[in-house]
């Protein structure tokens, strides 16, 4: 018990000190305004047609395969929103010295995992928060996405979001929605934790290196590189 409450001090500690961080602050702020560029057109096609938006957009967000720019935009934010760790400033000492090696460790990396999903359902609000005033709650494509999808209407809205047909055909919203919102998370994690053992264990920037080249996964894929075992 004792050892639990160790723990969890570790990871309280650290959620507020990163959570209150101007790293983290500009890390948000420049993902939502980065959603909102993406989801506003679309928000606009919805309002001027007079159709709802179904809460599929986070598919379209976390699983583009062309538009790999916001992809490696929302892995860009993993590795600076990271780039601290392991956190071994003179502050933790007085940590690692109360809670052990083993139990600062176990905090450390469990504030990582919150954190890692905490920025993927920051995306995933930003990508629905441009909808509100126009959201359908019905786990359906709708109309708005099934169009995007099938025909270039949304060109004329300024719409650079690809919205994938073959993906409307294959998956229904629910297992659409939870997988890609899955895999986001585990690349996240994936990338939190290169970055904080590749520095913890190099004491230095190595594991923010290898974070960075991480985020373009994507881009190695789609061009023939070695990425094609990572993607869905």
């Known amino acids: ?10 990871v309280k500690q650290q959620l507020r000190r990163e959570c209150l961080s101007m ?15 993406i989801m506003v057109p679309v928000a606009q096609m919805a309002r001027e047609t007079g159709y709802g938006v179904t809460p599929a957009g986070p598919i379209f967000v976390f699983s583009a395969i062309y538009y790999t720019f916001l992809s490696v935009v929302m892995l860009l934010g993993v590795v600076l929103l990271f780039s601290g760790a392991p ?4 502050s933790q000492t007085w940590y690692i010295l109360r809670a052990g090696k083993c139990k600062w460790l176990i905090g450390q990396m469990i504030a990582l995992i919150v954190l890692s999903i905490g920025y993927v ?10 909808f509100l005033g126009n959201m359908e709650w019905k786990m359906e494509w709708g ?7 099938y025909t270039n209407a949304g060109s ?3 719409n650079v979001l690809e919205v994938s047909a073959n993906l409307i055909k294959q998956y229904r919203v629910a297992d659409a929605l939870w997988l ?25 920037p190595i594991g923010t290196c290898a974070g960075f080249l991480l985020a373009f996964e994507d881009l190695y894929a789609i061009n023939g590189g070695i990425g094609y075992w990572f993607y869905w």
């Open 1 to 10: 018990m004792h050892s639990l409450r160790v723990i969890t001090g570790v």
């Open 87 to 90: 956190y071994l400033e003179a």
């Open 180 to 204: 890609s919102c899955a895999l986001r998370i585990g690349v996240t994690l994936l990338i939190a934790l290169t970055v904080f053992f590749g520095n913890l264990f190099f004491r230095a």
């Open 23 to 37: 790293r983290a602050l500009v890390v948000a702020m420049l993902s939502l305004a980065l959603l909102a560029r």
């Open 143 to 149: 109309t708005i996405w099934s169009t995007l999808a």
């Open 156 to 158: 004329a809205y300024g």
């Open 121 to 130: 359902l920051l995306w995933l609000v930003g990508s629905v928060a441009p």
